[in-house]
């Protein structure tokens, strides 16, 4: 210290006034930090998040699209941030990039991009930060509506959000259907954000009743465009009416249709509209791949299987037109044993069995996925390789939903296209002008493996496959027939016995909808068709053809009008399986006479000039059992139908408030169409047949008319009853009913006799049986020599009777039954020649005597006997 002060010179020593100032200050300063940080601590965490969103909030306007790659480049909560970057999403996409500002902003959106281009997140990261801006919590009820055509895409959504969002604490809900609707009620009031199907949905609002969405702030459409044309339309709108006024609403689509832009008219308020690939040269990703080969009807199960024997290493998925394809086609190809494995997708599944497979899907790096159109919008399988659409989607858009299952987010895919030469001209132009490049490719015809044989062989052993393989047939055709673009899906083109024998089929189904339309043509509902009008009395049609066909169209309509229920019977039906309707298909399908030809020369059902007509005809002289085929198929062609009939809303209104009284022409109508099916299905109630072991027919009920069964083939289908006819048939019947009785008759006669014979022979029986019983007895009681035989004494009655008698009578007597006996013994070896029984010959020989009186009492008399023979022993 000394030395120290040694080096100072005590001149330049600092003042102690200015340094203590100096260190006042510092330490004020100081002083002030701590306050203010333990100020800032002190704080409660909303204060603190809510300044943080209000400088977010104050970003908001700040956001310039054209600076922003990365998520962290908009301002978003760091939750949201967090579990991105978790997720591994750190780079926008374009339409992220583009929506994300203007949904934080709080504009209604309607975002349209190609598909894989990731949509999804584009409204997830606004609805977390919308319900973080709010510091929404569970009390806070339902915030935040998120609406989704399929079960799979609202899952798939759902997955999504809580990967994303796991740091914020909001509650999220999953609503598909296929489940308790109490379950689901009882939780769904503390849900947060709910992903849902536009069906169950409206059920819950509804049905359960503490379900409300007053707090409502955001909804959005997913895949908007799909909603409606799976007929939920009304439902949407029904859905829209609930919900409060004031919201955002974001809608999303991978095509722009007409109706997604009516939705949006009808949801969206000033929406701000951003198509990404608006110019873009194509409508379909750049790393995606398209071909399509054009093939016969009858050749294409034997393409799709070289196919799949060609790429057993890659994961693609094979698109049908409905579920009975899928059905059988996925049992039949298992059978066949490709070499890789298959699974099937479609709406007739038990909801638990379509998440199996959607997970099963998604775990594969090689598998082929069997699937209706469910599976054909929003989902995001990884790494699919090939898109394959067995059967010709409905449009273009359809098409591009399909294909986009492949090439997600700058991932490659192929896409093939299956068409038939009718339907490449349509089809591929509609394709070119959707901007989607497609390229025909021809298939090599040595790497064509023919499954014909096999799938044959399969039918002819299993019952139950082949009526798998009709009702396929069926429900192809009825795709084809009830397909809104005529120019594209001609049914009447479609070589139908071939290509029921290249399910492996020997007879092709009958297929009833189009044998109607062969007998009614209804030219004039062509014409109706085309001015898209409908003249409720067209002059041609019938009365009661008018009726028919309004109440089927008013019917179709309410269907679509009733919305939500419907569409949950419908999802719910899904989920179940609709026996139902099986069994309906089942009693459709039935073999008609005419046996598939082997032969080359293509027939085709254009072949009259009367099937020609069949393209012109709409529906609406189908059966309803026909019609509700395969559900989301049936949900999809509802909306065809509805194109069909070219009616909106409005004027199906006008229609009904035409009719006098829709309920009573309904029920009327009802009831004969209801007869008429009774009658053309040839119900038989309360059949019966039965079979031997050996598969004898044994006895049927009603019995089958012969004379009917041997003349049917001459018939004609005329309706009504012909008299002379019936007449005659049953004086024929008469005759085969004669015979047959006398028949029965005799054969109750023979049995009667056979019966008779048998109990005589019995009879004879019991007596040889009886004689030797008593033979052994006799011969027991002379073999035991010491033994007494009470049959030996004599009749004490007798005795009585015989007064005269004396003692040496009573002797002789005696001596003569011991005689006898011995001479019994004697003949014993010849009894069955002595004739009659030995007991009949000694009753004989005991009568001829008098009955001996000895005065004595019976007691006496016993004694007495007792005592002579003993004397005589
Ligand atoms: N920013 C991102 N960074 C990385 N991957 C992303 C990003 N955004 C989306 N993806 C991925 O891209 C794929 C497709 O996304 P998404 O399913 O949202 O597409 P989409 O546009 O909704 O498609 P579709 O129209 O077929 O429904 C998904 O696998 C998703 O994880």
Redesign the pocket.
């Known amino acids: 210290m000394g030395k120290t002060a040694g080096f100072l010179d005590p001149g330049a020593r600092p003042d102690p006034v200015r340094s203590f100032n100096r260190w006042k200050k510092k330490h004020s300063h100081k002083q002030n930090q701590k306050k203010q940080l333990r100020k800032q601590l002190k704080k409660p965490e909303w204060q603190v998040e809510r300044e943080v969103i209000s400088r977010l909030m104050q970003n908001y306007e700040k956001i310039n699209v054209n600076e922003i790659t990365r998520f962290s480049d908009f301002p978003l909560s760091k939750k949201t941030l967090k579990g991105l970057q978790e997720a ?6 374009e ?2 990039k583009q929506t994300i500002g203007l949904a934080l902003q709080g504009k209604d959106v309607l975002g349209a ?9 584009a409204f997830l990261v606004p609805v977390l930060e919308a319900l973080y801006r709010l510091q929404w919590t569970s009390a806070d009820g339902l915030g935040v509506l998120i609406i989704s055509p399929t079960r799979e895409l609202a899952y798939q959504t759902f997955e999504v959000l809580r990967k994303v969002g796991k740091n914020h604490d909001f509650s999220a809900g999953l609503i598909i259907g296929g489940k308790d609707l109490k379950h689901e009620a009882e939780r769904i009031n503390n849900i947060n954000i709910l992903v849902c199907t536009p069906g169950r949905l409206l059920q819950h609002m509804d049905e359960t009743i503490c379900f409300h969405a007053t707090n409502l702030q955001m909804l959005v459409l997913d ?1 908007a465009d799909r909603i409606l044309d799976m007929g939920f339309a009304d439902t949407m709108n029904a859905v829209i009416e609930n919900l409060p006024k004031k919201r955002q609403t974001l809608l ?1 689509s ?1 095509t722009q249709t007409k109706s997604v832009k009516d939705l949006a008219r009808l949801s969206l308020k000033n929406p701000e509209y951003v198509w990404v690939h608006e110019k873009a040269k194509y409508s379909t990703p750049a790393t995606l791949e398209q071909n399509y080969i054009v093939c016969e009807l009858h050749q294409k199960i034997s393409v799709l299987y070289s196919f799949m024997r060609s790429h057993l290493k890659k994961k693609s998925i094979v698109f049908f037109s409905s579920c009975k394809q899928v059905q059988y086609l996925y049992r039949v190809f298992c059978r066949l044993r490709p070499g890789v494995s298959i699974l099937a997708l479609h709406g007739r599944q038990q909801q638990m069995r379509r998440m199996e497979v959607y997970n099963e899907f998604v775990r594969k790096r090689a598998a082929v996925l069997f699937a209706t159109d469910i599976a054909a ?2 989902l ?1 399988f ?1 790494a699919v390789n090939w898109v394959l659409q067995f059967d010709c989607p409905e449009d273009a858009n359809t098409y591009i ?1 399909r294909a ?1 299952r492949t090439a ?2 700058k991932e490659d895919g192929e896409a093939l296209l299956i068409l038939l030469p009718s339907e490449e001209k349509g089809m591929v132009q509609q394709l070119l002008q959707k901007k989607v490049p497609v390229e025909e490719i021809k298939i090599n015809p040595e790497k064509l493996i023919d499954v014909q044989k096999k799938m044959e062989s399969f039918l002819a052993q299993d019952q139950d496959l082949k009526e798998r393989a009709q009702r396929c047939f069926v429900s192809y055709i009825r795709s084809v027939y009830l397909m809104k673009d005529k120019e594209v899906f001609d049914v009447s083109k479609l070589p139908l016995p071939e290509y029921a024998l290249s399910l492996g089929l020997a007879v092709a189904p009958r297929v009833r909808f189009l044998q109607k339309m062969q007998k009614q043509p209804t030219k004039e509902l062509l014409t109706s068709q085309t001015k898209k009008v409908i003249e409720p009395r067209a002059p041609s049609l019938t009365n009661d053809e008018v009726e028919a066909f309004r109440t089927y169209f008013s019917e179709k309509m309410s269907i679509l009008q009733k919305g939500g229920k419907r569409s949950e019977e419908t999802e719910y039906r899904l989920a179940n399986g609709s026996s139902d309707e099986e069994e309906e298909e089942e009693e459709e399908v039935e073999e008609i006479e005419e046996k598939v030809g082997k032969s080359k020369g293509s027939r085709t059902v254009s072949d009259t000039s009367e099937t020609q007509k069949i393209k012109e005809v709409p529906v609406q002289f189908m059966d309803r059992a026909e019609e509700d085929d395969d559900e989301p198929d049936a949900d999809f062609f509802k909306v065809k139908r509805h194109n069909v009939f070219g009616l909106d809303l409005k004027e199906k209104k006008a229609l009904q408030n035409k009719e006098p009284s829709k309920s009573s022409v309904k029920k009327k109508v009802t009831k004969i169409a209801e007869a008429k099916k009774v009658m053309k299905r040839n119900f038989k109630v309360n059949k019966k047949i039965t079979f031997t072991d050996e598969g004898e027919l044994v006895q049927q009920w009603p019995p089958v008319q012969k004379s009917i069964a041997e003349n049917t083939e001459g018939e004609d289908d005329a309706g009504g009853i012909n008299l002379d006819t019936a007449k005659e048939r049953l004086q024929e019947e008469d005759k085969f009913d004669k015979e047959e009785y006398r028949k029965k008759i005799k054969a109750k006669h023979r049995e009667k006799r056979l019966k008779e014979r048998e109990a005589r022979r019995e009879a004879n029986k019991r007596q040889v049986k009886a004689r030797d019983e008593e033979e052994a007895f006799l011969d027991w009681s002379d073999d035991d020599d010491g033994g007494f035989d009470p049959s030996t004494l004599p009749d004490p009655d007798k005795y009585r009777r015989s007064e005269d008698s004396d003692s040496e009578d009573t002797e002789n007597k005696i001596g003569d039954t011991k005689k006898q006996q011995g001479m019994r013994k004697r003949n014993n070896s010849k009894i069955e020649d002595t004739g009659p029984p030995s007991r009949n010959r000694k009753k004989a020989k005991w009568e001829t005597l008098e009955p001996l009186d000895t005065g004595l009492s019976l007691a006496e008399d016993e004694e007495l006997v007792l005592h002579l023979l003993k004397s005589q022993s």
């Open positions: 591994q999403y750190r780079l926008v996409t339409i992220q991009a190609k598909t894989g281009s990731g949509k999804t997140l895949e999303f991978a919008r929003g995001d990884p939903h986009g997600r987010y």
